[in-house]
């Protein structure tokens, strides 16, 4: 297979109650960047030939050092993100893009967009991911809910309807599309100016009989949102070190 990952590692982490120019994605696990791990895992995907990676200016150096570090040698390019996240998706693809027309070669058969700061995903569940959405044209990792959901009342101080957890799941990353259809649904929400809160979103608007197949996953794939994530971070890897 022939995938193209796009890691999103412009968030500036404002619910991590950083210091002013800290990052969330260079904060440390298990004595290494949130984003070395994500890094390593679609370095070692067999189903990824090249990595573009949308991060703050300031970061861009301190990527390039430890792609070099560490062997990254499938990192293509490292561009500065936008004002939203799906602007910096948006600009790797740009990048994607003006790679394909200046070598004169044909688009990767699948696109991965992942979050910089979900460490935890896995080489075999990105080929996997990558396997279904080139099968089914798009395919997106999830998990089961633990909590009962509720939407909010037209009071917004009360409760309204509670929903069927049974038919409800937790969208992660990476999200796996055909190529064409991703950068398609990309063009199309900036000519319209219309934005989405991941890129199954914008996928669903712009072509909605394209079926989105589902891939449950477990719950180690979590995203570094918040202080309270960081001990369970390292509870997770202390326990992948320990299988490894």
């Given at each position: ?75 293509k390019a490292i561009v500065e993100g936008g004002k939203e996240r799906q602007d910096s998706i948006y600009n790797c693809i740009k990048a994607i893009e003006q790679e394909r027309r ?20 896995t080489p075999d569940q990105i080929d996997e991911i990558s396997r279904l959405a080139m099968l089914h044209g798009a395919c997106v990792p999830a998990n089961r809910p633990k909590d ?97």
């Open positions: 297979m022939n995938a193209i990952a796009i890691i999103a590692a412009s968030g500036i982490g404002k619910r991590m109650q950083l210091k002013e120019g800290e990052s969330k994605q260079l904060l440390e696990i298990g004595g290494f960047p949130v984003v070395y791990h994500t890094l390593k895992a679609f370095q070692m995907a067999s189903s990824v030939g090249a990595i573009y990676v949308a991060t703050r200016l300031e970061n861009i150096e301190i990527l390039e050092e430890m792609a070099a570090a560490f062997g990254f040698s499938k990192l200046s070598a004169s070669s044909c688009l990767p058969e699948t696109i991965l967009v992942h979050d910089g700061a979900r460490p935890f995903i009962t959901i509720k939407y909010i009342g037209e009071n917004p101080e009360f409760f309204g309807e509670t929903l069927d957890r049974s038919k409800l799941l937790q969208v992660q990353t990476p999200q796996g599309f055909r190529s064409a259809l991703l950068i398609q649904a990309h063009q199309q929400a900036e000519l319209e100016g219309w934005y989405a809160t991941d890129d199954a979103a914008l996928v669903e608007r712009f072509f909605p009989e394209q079926p989105v197949k589902i891939f449950e996953t477990g719950y180690h794939n979590i995203k570094i949102t918040t202080p309270e994530d960081i001990p369970v971070a390292e509870a997770i890897f202390s326990q992948i070190s320990a299988r490894s």
